[in-house]
Nanobody
Framework: QVQLVESGGGLVQAGGSLRLSCAASGSIVSINVMRWYRQAPGKQRELVAE???????NTADSLKGRFTISGDITKKTIYLQMNELKPEDTAVYYC???????????????WGQGTQVTVSS
């Protein structure tokens, strides 16, 4: 089985910073991309940032300059550094990965349980 576990969420004041972590484990043969998404109450889930094999990274235009994705998908761990946080960044942040699962012997799309980030004004 494949698991993605996020950590690092919490309550922070506006202007503060948080660093989220995501670790993948289980019957993983290969990962070709890992992503951060977020979902605010009453809103659709949106892509925050992604990192792929070859260290290609991409961050949502609206978050560039404040959010930075890093990590090494060959080591199955990524991070999301969030600076200058705003109340509108309040959301559940989810880790997502496209993984070749040894058990199923196929590519699959996996999600973590999410970690809550709350930014107070």
């Amino acid at each position: 089985q494949v698991q993605l576990v996020e950590s690092g969420g919490g309550l922070v004041q506006a202007g503060g910073s948080l660093r989220l972590s995501c670790a993948a484990s289980g019957s993983i043969v290969s990962i070709n991309v890992m992503r951060w998404y977020r979902q605010a109450p009453g809103k659709q889930r949106e892509l925050v940032a992604e990192i792929s094999s070859g260290d290609y990274t991409n961050t949502a235009d609206s978050l560039k300059g404040r959010f930075t994705i890093s990590g090494d998908i060959t080591k199955k761990t990524i991070y999301l550094q969030m600076n200058e946080l705003k109340p509108e960044d309040t959301a559940v942040y989810y880790c997502n990965a496209h993984i070749w699962d040894q058990v199923g012997d196929q590519w699959g799309n996996y999600w973590g349980q999410g970690t809550q980030v709350t930014v107070s004004s």
